[in-house]
């Protein structure tokens, strides 16, 4: 009895942890309006991540999907009702460090037009493909060596 009335406790215990921390991550959709932006490359990007604007979640993207016209993958994002978006913002993304979480970063420009419902950022800056990078600047590196390598 003893045995099962604490692994009862160590349930409810558990239960309330996740809770809490459910709670403080501040994870989940977010209730606003909903714009869209094309991207070249959104490596990293899929529904639930981040929106910030100024390091501050902001929004949640809420789909990713490729466009067959034009080949740009087309994300739509949910951003807080009371955060308004000027039309000349311009949206990257970006990462918490070298190999955290990817999310999406608003820069706001200094229209005073907003955009509302439906609306689209046109101003955008794909992933960074950084195994591209290592590999340019290796090649590089080899062809200033004359093609040697030592």
Sequence with gaps: LIETVMGAVVLVVAALFIVFAYNKAEVGKVEGYEIVAKFDRVDGILAGSDVRMSGIKVGTVTVSVLDPKTYFAKVSMNIRSDIKIPDDT?????????????????????????LGAGGEITTTQGSIDLMSLVGQMIFSQSNKNGGKTR
């Design 90 to 114: 311009s949206i990257a993304v970006s990462s918490d460090g070298l190999l955290g979480d990817k999310f999406l970063a608003l820069s706001p420009g200094g229209s005073d037009e907003m």
